[in-house]
């Protein structure tokens, strides 16, 4: 097991249809607009409204320094033939004497139904596990959204149980605000023996399989 601190590495991840990279200042209006998405805001603390300004300040300082610092990583998903920004998947809360990390995943919503979070989220696992030593992933994924729930288990994730009462998802308002909905948090974990049949499962699906994606 991989003990103390370090940095996480400036990494390329790619699989059969997608590369995963670091974030860039070009990717900025398109990780705006995803942000602003009406799923993106119920399900996660991301500020609302999201402007380019924001995306900037994220790409050039909060991810870099969350990198090097060992914290987390936030990965660009991008589609191998277009380049085109899909979605992110993001690590943090990582813990290198333990060996474990939390991700988390969005996926743009004209890229849902590709199975797109399914596929990036499976090869940050493999990488983490096999070149940076980890031997836990977690996820946790509010009670109702159903959709982050299928991608934990499409990966292998095993349900440990309910933090009760322990997120924050949001919900429209009558005037077109947002406000703030409490409910429970499904925690999932993933462990490098758990991948164990998955890429046979992916080979006889094609890799990915239709549903919305989003975290």
């Not at 991301?46 to 060992?70: C, K, L, S």
């Not at 992110?88 to 813990?95: E, M, W």
């Not at 977690?138 to 009670?143: D, M, P, Y």
Request: net charge negative; with cysteine.
């Amino acid at each position: 097991m991989t003990t103390g601190t370090r940095g996480f590495p400036d990494i390329s991840i790619s699989t059969e249809r997608l590369v995963l990279r670091a974030l860039e200042e070009d990717d900025a209006p398109a990780l705006a607009e995803m942000m602003n998405d009406e799923m993106v805001a119920a399900w996660t603390s991301v500020p609302q409204p999201f402007g380019e300004d924001q995306a900037r300040t994220w790409i050039t300082q909060y991810a870099p320094t969350e990198r090097i610092a060992g914290r987390g990583l936030d990965l660009a998903v991008t589609e191998f033939l277009t380049q085109r920004l899909v979605g992110i998947v993001q690590l943090g809360k990582t813990n290198w004497h333990v060996g474990s990390t939390e991700l988390s995943y969005i996926i743009a919503p004209w890229a849902r139904g590709e199975g797109y979070a399914s596929e990036a989220a499976l090869a940050t696992a493999r990488w983490l596990f096999r070149e940076q030593g980890l031997e836990r992933l977690e996820l946790r994924t509010a009670a109702d959204n159903t959709a982050s729930q299928q991608v934990a288990q499409k990966i292998g994730c095993i349900s440990e149980g309910v933090l009760r009462n322990a997120c924050i998802a949001r919900t429209r308002t009558e005037d077109g605000g947002w406000e703030d909905l409490r409910t429970d948090f499904i925690v999932w974990s993933l462990l490098p023996e758990d991948l164990d049949g998955v890429s046979d499962e992916f080979a006889e699906t094609g890799g990915y399989t239709s549903f919305p994606d989003w975290n």
